[in-house]
């Protein structure tokens, strides 16, 4: 049986801004949104809230809807993902205090902006997810946290 990676990512949109946190992979500096591995135990919404906290410091928020469910195979690894992605509108741009280590730094970039990033050498986006996550941000279909029910 086959068992794809099931990750979580939230795309974080203040005042014009979203936030993107940089890191290392495979050499070149990128963008992502706050994103990672959902772990033994955890709703979805639990998984998400940990990343964004472990990636970003922001805590004590709730992602407002679901954007999408992308499913993509990394061809450099050939490994296969699930990623529930979520939406978080903030009213104010907040410092960013990553917890985690593999995290560079965070960013509050307009889309444009992210675009420039990612075309400079040595730069770009951790996978097209992120600016495809964005893309489907600005197309307004976001579906409602209660599509999701956890049984316990």
Known sequence: MHKPNITVA?????????????????????????AGHLEKDETLIEAMLREL????????????????????????????????????????????????????RGLWLSYSEFQ???????????SPLVAKSIEDYFNQTTYPLNILKTIK
């Open 10 to 34: 939230c795309v974080v949109h203040c005042q014009n801004k979203f936030l993107f946190v940089e890191e290392w992979d495979n050499g070149i500096l990128t963008l992502n949104q706050p």
């Open 53 to 104: 906290w472990e990636e970003t410091g922001i805590q004590d928020v709730m992602p407002d809807s679901l954007l999408k469910i992308y499913q993509w195979r990394a061809p450099l690894s050939d490994t296969d993902f699930l990623r529930f992605t979520f939406v978080l509108e903030l009213d104010h741009c907040c410092e960013i205090t990553p917890h985690d280590s593999d995290i560079t």
């Open 116 to 126: 420039r990033y990612i075309r400079q050498t040595g730069q770009g986006a951790r």
